[in-house]
């Protein structure tokens, strides 16, 4: 299971910090990826991390803004968001274990809204 937190009401040019908890150690073997869905959109791909942390990747929109990161030891993944903007207002997931293009198992999500 994964729970994703840590999302908020902050403003535009603000930081925020999700974290995805994993439970079991099979999380550590596993890609995990973010994604969001903003209010009338489909879901989106945010970032992903290779187990490692050797291969990672992100949407243009977020790149030089957002980070993502993993700590194994802990069984948890986060989400750095910085310079925050109003289009960045979504549910935000994360998901892990990844299968060619999708993922198998995918936290409750946790909302992010950005004031402008």
């Known amino acids: 299971q994964l729970q994703a937190s840590g999302g908020g009401l902050v403003q535009a040019g603000g930081s925020l910090r999700l974290s995805c908890a994993a439970s079991g150690r099979a999380f550590r073997s596993y890609t995990m990826g973010w994604f969001r869905r903003a209010p009338g959109k489909e879901r989106e791909f945010v970032a992903t991390?290779?187990?490692?942390?050797?291969?990672?990747d992100y949407a243009d929109s977020v790149k030089g803004r957002f980070t993502i990161s993993r700590d194994n030891a802990k069984n948890t993944g986060y989400l750095q968001m910085n310079s925050l903007k109003s289009e960045d207002t979504a549910v935000y997931y994360c998901?892990?274990?990844?299968?060619?293009?999708?993922?198998?198992?995918w936290g409750q999500g946790t909302l992010v809204t950005v004031s402008s």
């Open positions: 998901a892990c274990q990844k299968v060619g293009n999708q993922y198998s198992y």
């Open positions: 991390i290779n187990w490692g942390g050797g291969a990672i």
